[in-house]
């Protein structure tokens, strides 16, 4: 018999957001719990049946999640705040992921490099962890019940404990101990749901630079796990980079096998004769799991074949890269794509059948294929082909104008451009602004679906956006603000706004991939040359700077921050998409500044997301993240002012790549940090201009004139007031006018006292 094909995970959020919808209709307290599992039952179902229908060997359970998998962890452990502890099962598991009306949520934060956002666990010293395995046990059974025999999906302790924070800062793996221990009682618990029990253990932790005190605990967390029982097969799974450190070490364990990335961690290719040695079965990861292209088979099979190069084929088992939570659901709602364009693509499902066809061609050959096998591997070709070659992919204008582009920064040093733009600005020290967008009312939203359901005429829709720009003008010169913005209701979102105007995107339908929670995101794919047809922003910045004598600022959004948040083609390098991009940008920055704009801000919001898991990879991806964001706005005169925005993260570490981009003006989301992050511009000697945000925009809490005053002040104790600019923390779009108004006009009021001051 073959070996069997092997998915590392299946997305949860269900093929039409069933999960979202049922939570969300749980939480307004429109339905009961009950409700909510009896869904969640029929998603898994309804997975299961897909792997199983498509022959895929080695199916999960427990890769379900109603919220997150890592808190899912946590409850599995008890690890539970103490602030938590007095709550009942259900009412505390979505207190900890989204807070009640007493406590506030446990934090969030990006999982690795990815869209998807886990909750931070909070752990202290004297945590009483004990074993909770309801939910794995309830999962695995319910497969068995459908005929399934189950992998069984678990968070490995390295990662929990990696990914986890200590409430007083200190080293988590201080824990190791008494979280290993819950551990090994949860595998010797799994060991008796079966006479054979695979489990897939999680450690994608392992894929960074980890220190020497960190892998030296691998060794003991799996002898000790492995001991447990001996009808248990352990398999240490990696995904979006390498983990050679901690292979060197795995392979001197007892595990059954190793789950490797070979498409995000190709260096795992360096430590194959130590797996081939070692006899340990490798799963292979080799089906891209966060991309939505189709494979190309025979690609994928000749990196399969070079891997059997050193070891032994039928230790091989063909696999995704990774859990495919990252892509999409299905196909088959995307009803209005470009039938050329859907032949290009793969989303989760149709990715089983990839695995699944690829395990057989690899493992019996090509002659031993079906006909219907044969006939979807000659499709897979043909539409690889037709990828390759189509017109829509290759545009030759496209191509010239980037080997031609010779102008990658704008003229002028900083120092010399702050003067002309002071005098031609004249702006106040602590001059105040605001980040971009204003509340997103239901009738702006109402707006822009009716036009683009054609219910509305564009004469219509237009009067409807200029009404709202003309109250957002009025408001904010009311309010006393100094740079004034249009506040953005035309964009829905800020990258796919610019992706839906750029020629090279497409956007799908049912797109839906999971972002944290109940929250999803339909990223925009990027699948050939980028260019800008025509101007996409200018005539709504200028009619909003005709309506006032104040300066209104142009909005943009930068070439990375569309790179990151969007699925990107894979013919060619990141870092070439990214150029394209910044070429079309520079084309819109020129256009705005020709139309009179004289400050223009070019958010890069998702800059800090983009960095590389591993300190080798950073020094180039900084390269040219930087070179393209210089390059959006190299066209900009020297009096012309760019700003840029960065979202709330630690700058440290990226200091110098953010003077590097060397933008006149840098807002930053701080609020919650106090001047802490403010503290790393000043070490440096920093000379460009900072507005870091005054006051946290994601509580409904309105904050008072002495509250902003003293932030203010906190602020000045660390740059001079000439370097500082006042805003709140970025995204009022997500907030209601009665919260926003009575905000701004106190950050206003509290600048007015402490200018007076002077
Ligand atoms: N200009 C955007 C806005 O204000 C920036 C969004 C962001 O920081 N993510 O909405
Ligand atoms: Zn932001």
């Known amino acids: 018999m073959s070996n069997k094909s092997y998915v590392v995970g299946f997305p949860r959020i269900g093929e039409q957001r069933e999960l979202k919808k049922v939570l969300e209709k749980y939480w307004s307290k429109e339905c009961s719990f009950e409700e909510v599992n009896e869904c969640a039952k029929e998603l898994r179902k309804r997975h299961w049946n897909y792997q199983k229908n498509a022959e895929i060997g080695h ?132 060991s008796k749901l079966d006479s054979n029990i695979i489990v897939q253990i999680d450690e994608p932790f392992l894929v960074k630079d980890n220190s020497s005190a960190v892998l030296s605990l691998i060794k003991p967390a799996y002898d000790a796990l492995c001991s447990v029982a001996s009808n248990l097969k352990l398999i240490v799974t990696t995904y979006f980079e390498h983990s050679n450190e901690a292979t060197k070490i795995l392979v001197n364990t007892p595990i059954y096998g190793l789950g490797l990335d070979f498409l995000y961690g190709e260096k795992n290719l360096d430590v194959l004769q130590i797996i081939a040695l070692s006899g340990k079965k490798l799963i292979a990861g080799v089906i891209d799991g966060r991309n939505i292209w189709k494979c190309d088979l025979e690609k994928s099979h000749v990196l399969l074949e070079c891997i059997a190069n050193s070891v032994p084929k039928e230790n091989i088992i063909v ?46 050959g090509y002659t031993h294929l079906s006909s219907e096998q044969k006939e979807a591997f000659q499709n897979n070709q043909k539409a690889n082909e037709l990828r390759k070659s189509s017109p829509l992919i290759h545009d030759k204008n496209v191509q010239n104008r980037l080997t031609s582009f010779t102008k990658t920064k704008r003229d002028g040093e900083f120092k010399e451009r702050i003067v002309l733009q002071k005098k031609r600005l004249q702006y106040n020290d602590l001059a105040t602004t605001t980040i971009g967008s204003f509340p997103q009312t239901p009738e702006v939203r109402q707006a822009r679906r009716d036009f683009k359901n054609k219910l509305i005429s564009q004469e219509t829709y237009e009067q409807k956006m200029k009404t709202y720009i003309d109250d957002c003008v009025a408001f904010q010169e009311e309010c006393g603000l100094d740079v004034l913005v249009h506040g953005e209701p035309e964009r829905n979102d800020m990258v796919e706004y610019f992706g839906e105007q750029l020629n090279g995107f497409g956007f799908s339908q049912n797109g839906w991939v999971q972002s944290y929670g109940s929250r999803c995101v339909k990223p925009p794919f990027i699948y050939g040359d980028v260019s800008r047809p025509k101007a996409m922003t200018v005539e709504w910045i200028t009619y909003a700077q005709q309506q006032t004598n104040k300066i209104m600022k142009g909005m943009l959004t930068g070439p990375v921050t569309i790179l990151n948040w969007s699925f990107v083609r894979n013919d060619l390098p990141r870092e070439q998409v990214s150029q394209q991009i910044a070429v079309a940008l520079s084309d819109e920055v020129d256009d705005l500044q020709q139309a009179g704009i004289q400050i223009i801000q070019v958010d890069e919001a998702a800059f ?78 920093y000379k460009q201009e900072v507005g870091p945000g005054v006051y946290d925009i994601h509580s409904p809490r309105i904050p008072s004139v002495d509250e902003i005053v003293t932030q203010i002040d906190a602020l000045l104790e660390v740059l001079p007031k000439e370097q500082l600019w006042i805003n709140p923390d970025c995204g009022l779009k997500t907030r209601k006018w009665e919260e926003v108004k009575p905000s701004l006009q106190n950050m206003v009021k509290a600048v007015e006292i402490i200018r007076k001051r002077g």
């Open 608 to 685: 800090k997301e983009g960095y590389p898991l591993r300190k080798a990879n950073i020094k180039t991806y900084e390269q040219w993240a930087v070179r393209d964001f210089k390059i959006s706005v190299s066209s900009a005169k020297k009096e012309t002012q760019i700003h840029t925005h960065m979202c709330y993260s630690q700058f440290n570490d990226i200091i110098q790549t953010i003077e590097a981009m060397d933008a006149d003006v840098i807002s930053i989301e701080t609020a919650r940090s106090g001047n802490e992050l403010l503290k790393i511009f000043k070490k440096v000697g």
């Open 59 to 190: 199916i999960s359970c427990n890769d379900f999640s109603l919220y997150d998998n890592m808190l899912d962890t946590a409850i599995m452990l008890n690890a539970v705040p103490k602030r938590f502890q007095h709550l009942s099962n259900q009412e505390q598991y979505f207190a900890m992921a989204r807070g009640n009306k007493e406590y506030v949520a446990m934090q969030m934060t990006k999982w690795f490099n990815t869209n998807y956002h886990y909750i931070v666990p909070e752990l202290s010293l004297d945590d009483e962890y004990r074993l909770n395995a309801s939910k794995i046990i309830n999962e695995y059974q319910e497969a068995k019940a459908l005929g399934i025999n189950p992998k069984i999906n678990i968070i490995g302790p390295l990662t929990f404990l990696g990914l986890s924070k200590r409430i007083d800062n200190e080293d988590r793996f201080e824990l190791f101990g008494k979280i290993l221990a819950v551990y090994k009682e949860l595998l010797t618990t799994l």
């Open 319 to 364: 696999s995704t890269s990774c859990s495919l939570l990252h892509t999409p659901f299905t196909l088959k709602y995307e009803k209005t794509m470009k039938a050329e364009i859907k032949n290009w693509l793969a989303y989760a499902v149709e990715k089983l059948d990839e695995v699944a066809l690829l395990n057989d061609y690899f493992h019996e």
